[in-house]
């Protein structure tokens, strides 16, 4: 399985109502309907990714979820992924973080 099939998988079965953080860089950022979810990544040092459409085709701008993550970080409104009552959010992290370490 690639790590662009678990992406949308990711996408297809989260029903992400809030700005979820994952892990010191990586967010889970809803869309307004809340049907799906991308995953964006911003660290301390400035570097931001998004795995939405609209990043991919422009990286050197910075897409909504992005925005969206950095005013959460400012505010503190987000949920921090260790709160959720379920397991599944972390089981599917853990398999995508071993994607991309490996
Ligand atoms: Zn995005």
Redesign the pocket.
Do not use: A, G, Q, S
């Given at each position: 399985m690639t790590l662009q099939t678990m992406q949308k998988m990711i996408e297809d079965t989260q029903q992400c109502k809030e700005i979820t953080k994952v892990n010191e860089d990586w967010y889970y950022?809803p869309t307004p309907e809340g049907r799906i979810c991308?995953k964006?990544m911003v660290t301390p040092d400035g570097r931001e990714y998004?795995?939405?459409e609209?990043?991919g085709k422009n990286p050197s701008l910075k897409?909504?979820?992005?925005y969206a993550v950095i005013n959460a970080i400012r505010t503190g409104d987000f949920i921090d992924i260790d709160n959720l009552p379920m397991n599944k959010l972390g089981e599917i992290t853990s398999i995508i973080n071993e994607a991309m370490n490996g």
């Open positions: 950022v991308y964006v998004c795995t939405c609209e990043f897409c909504p979820h992005i």
